[in-house]
């Protein structure tokens, strides 16, 4: 689980960085145009970057409860039930 994690958090932090880059190819930010960036600006960046590494979190955060449900879901279904059983409980439950 840690190792997934720790691939995740390196592929984020891999988006974050293309997403930065990417917004100052298209506003035509050279690196000494970087150096005189404001820090309202400045702050700006870090900002977008905390916002979109929150979504990432919280994305990652419900894809993996979405799978627990899933496992626990298909562990509470009887092994031994008939195909028109599991119909039956299907149209129960709605």
């Not at 917004?23 to 000494?32: M, R, S």
């Not at 993996?64 to 879901?73: D, G, R």
């Amino acid at each position: 689980m840690s190792n997934e994690k720790l691939n995740l958090q390196e592929i984020s932090s891999t988006m974050m960085q293309l997403f930065v880059q990417d917004v100052f190819n298209k506003n035509d930010i050279t690196e000494e145009k970087k150096k005189s960036l404001s820090d309202e600006q400045k702050a700006q960046l870090r900002k977008v970057v905390e916002d979109l590494q929150a979504q990432v979190d919280e994305f990652v955060k419900n894809s993996k409860e979405k799978k627990e449900e899933k496992t626990e879901v298909q562990e509470e279904a009887p092994k031994n039930t008939t195909l028109r059983d599991m119909i039956k409980n299907r149209k129960k439950d709605k």
